[in-house]
Nanobody, 116 residues
Framework: QVHLVESGGGLVQAGGSLRLSCAAS????????LGWYRQAPGKQRELVAR????????NYADAVKGRFTISRDNAKNTVYLQMNSLKPEDSAVYYC?????????WGQGTQVTVSS
């Protein structure tokens, strides 16, 4: 069991920034990767960014490359998503994700709304 709690969402003007946090608890030793996904109304959930626990290797969706940065603090069992130069199309519910062998866990989501 892995429990994930997101925070940091909110309303921001286009061009602004937000920093999301996700705290993991439970069987954290089994986590291989942490990531952020987002889902807008009427759209599929999509990968935003991910990072491996052991090596810190990152991967980003093309739409956010150069604007978003994922990082993790293994000592605090926390993953962050720094979002800069936000656009209205970034508006979505952002979900924290933890990948373990043969399973994934999800947080409850945090709303990000970018106004134009």
């Amino acid at each position: 069991q892995v429990h994930l709690v997101e925070s940091g969402g909110g309303l921001v003007q286009a061009g602004g920034s937000l920093r999301l946090s996700c705290a993991a608890s439970g069987s954290i030793g089994s986590i291989l990767e942490l990531g952020w996904y987002r889902q807008a109304p009427g759209k599929q959930r999509e990968l935003v960014a991910r990072i491996t626990i052991s090596g810190g290797t990152t991967n980003y969706a093309d739409a956010v490359k150069g604007r978003f940065t994922i990082s993790r603090d293994n000592a605090k069992n926390t993953v962050y998503l720094q979002m800069n130069s936000l656009k209205p199309e970034d508006s979505a519910v952002y979900y924290c994700n933890a990948a373990v062998p043969f399973y994934t866990y999800w947080g409850q989501g945090t709303q990000v709304t970018v106004s134009s």
